[in-house]
């Protein structure tokens, strides 16, 4: 008896990623922005696919793509955050793997070159979930993880941002730049389990030790086998207040919902607090989605066998 078609169409492995959401819209978006985007997304998807092309696991193949994007100038992760008001960076992370829900995440780092790596040693070297601050730092040297001064994480664009937000004060907190540069990636792996990662310096001109959804269990990020992964990115505080990320799962899980109509349906309501951004997700059954209420997001999907795509404008 032949397999019902959606059983026949699934993949042997999935990724998405995306590099933020906002107003990012034709003539926008200079040609050199477009050009190293471009780049950058599609190094992140020859990395995560590599992973998951040679059996890889997914929480290895989510973590890989977003290393690349953090070490890429072009991204508010890593090398290229947003300063904050004292013009530092404070970097925030996620890591979680679908077969077990285990999870590492980690706030305000700010000498970690690869803070979604350090997400990932909490979740395997430590009995927590999220490390913060100074102590997050420590951690990270006592696991053999590169550090770098924080001014490596500086770049000309984002240190105008700043300058820009400074000198105006009816910029809002939210969108200085018009624009959140957050990265993640989720993939289902050939044995099916999926797996998120996020990693942001989170706000331009952010204070206080303010900490986004990125790092936040079931906010940004998650995964469940049972269910999907997700990677957020967008106004954060809204996205904590509607728990996006779990809120997609638990529809999937309990409702029996698409991930394309859980994540529109959850993007709708987080547009209703106030809330602007994106998500991207994957599950076992193969599916891949994203949603997002702003003009345009960063975005590029892969999978086995299937076309390869990188995306930015709402209309594509
Ligand atoms: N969601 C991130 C935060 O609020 C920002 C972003 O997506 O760029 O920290």
Redesign the pocket.
Same mark, same amino acid.
């Given at each position: 008896m032949p397999l019902p078609a959606q059983a026949q169409q699934k993949p042997e492995w999935t990724l998405v990623i995306h590099g =933020? *959401?906002g107003i990012i819209e034709k003539g926008k978006v200079t040609p050199e922005q477009e050009a190293g985007v471009q780049a950058g997304l599609n190094a992140a998807l020859d990395a995560g696919s590599k992973v998951l092309a040679s059996g890889g696991s997914a929480i290895d193949a989510v973590q890989a793509a977003v290393q690349v994007l953090e070490d890429d100038r072009h991204f508010?992760a890593g090398r290229g955050a947003?300063f904050t008001w004292d013009a530092n960076h404070t970097l @925030?992370a996620a890591i979680m793997d679908g077969r077990d829900r285990n999870a590492g995440a980690v706030a305000s780092s700010t000498t970690t070159r690869h803070p979604v790596a350090l997400a990932r040693k909490v979740m395997e070297k430590s009995p927590h979930v999220l490390l913060a601050g100074a102590g997050a730092d420590q951690f990270a040297r006592e696991q053999g993880l590169e550090q770098v001064d924080n001014s490596w994480f500086d770049t000309a664009e984002r240190r105008s941002q700043l300058d820009k937000m400074k000198a105006d004060d009816k910029l809002g907190w +939210?969108d200085v730049d018009l624009?959140? =540069? $957050?990265v993640g990636a989720v993939a289902m792996d050939a044995q099916g389990h999926v797996a998120a990662a996020t990693s $942001? =310096? !989170?706000?331009t001109g952010?204070r206080w030790g303010?900490? !986004? @959804? &990125?790092p936040l269990i079931g906010a !940004?990020t998650y995964a469940d086998d049972r269910a999907c992964a997700v990677s *957020? $990115? /967008? &106004? /954060?505080?809204y +996205?904590i207040r509607e728990g996006v990320a779990h809120e997609i799962c638990a529809r999937v899980r309990f409702k029996g919902e698409s991930l394309k109509l859980a994540a529109d349906t959850v993007m709708a309501e987080t547009k209703a607090l106030g809330g602007t !951004?994106g998500v991207i997700v994957t599950g076992p059954s193969g599916e891949m989605a994203w949603s997002f209420n702003t003009p345009g997001m960063y975005r590029g999907k892969a999978s086995a066998g299937g076309a390869r795509s990188v995306e930015f404008y709402g209309d594509q």
């Amino acid at each position: 008896m032949p397999l019902p078609a959606q059983a026949q169409q699934k993949p042997e492995w999935t990724l998405v990623i995306h590099g =933020g *959401a906002g107003i990012i819209e034709k003539g926008k978006v200079t040609p050199e922005q477009e050009a190293g985007v471009q780049a950058g997304l599609n190094a992140a998807l020859d990395a995560g696919s590599k992973v998951l092309a040679s059996g890889g696991s997914a929480i290895d193949a989510v973590q890989a793509a977003v290393q690349v994007l953090e070490d890429d100038r072009h991204f508010n992760a890593g090398r290229g955050a947003v300063f904050t008001w004292d013009a530092n960076h404070t970097l @925030d992370a996620a890591i979680m793997d679908g077969r077990d829900r285990n999870a590492g995440a980690v706030a305000s780092s700010t000498t970690t070159r690869h803070p979604v790596a350090l997400a990932r040693k909490v979740m395997e070297k430590s009995p927590h979930v999220l490390l913060a601050g100074a102590g997050a730092d420590q951690f990270a040297r006592e696991q053999g993880l590169e550090q770098v001064d924080n001014s490596w994480f500086d770049t000309a664009e984002r240190r105008s941002q700043l300058d820009k937000m400074k000198a105006d004060d009816k910029l809002g907190w +939210f969108d200085v730049d018009l624009k959140y =540069g $957050t990265v993640g990636a989720v993939a289902m792996d050939a044995q099916g389990h999926v797996a998120a990662a996020t990693s $942001t =310096g !989170g706000l331009t001109g952010k204070r206080w030790g303010r900490i !986004g @959804d &990125s790092p936040l269990i079931g906010a !940004g990020t998650y995964a469940d086998d049972r269910a999907c992964a997700v990677s *957020a $990115t /967008g &106004s /954060g505080e809204y +996205f904590i207040r509607e728990g996006v990320a779990h809120e997609i799962c638990a529809r999937v899980r309990f409702k029996g919902e698409s991930l394309k109509l859980a994540a529109d349906t959850v993007m709708a309501e987080t547009k209703a607090l106030g809330g602007t !951004g994106g998500v991207i997700v994957t599950g076992p059954s193969g599916e891949m989605a994203w949603s997002f209420n702003t003009p345009g997001m960063y975005r590029g999907k892969a999978s086995a066998g299937g076309a390869r795509s990188v995306e930015f404008y709402g209309d594509q």
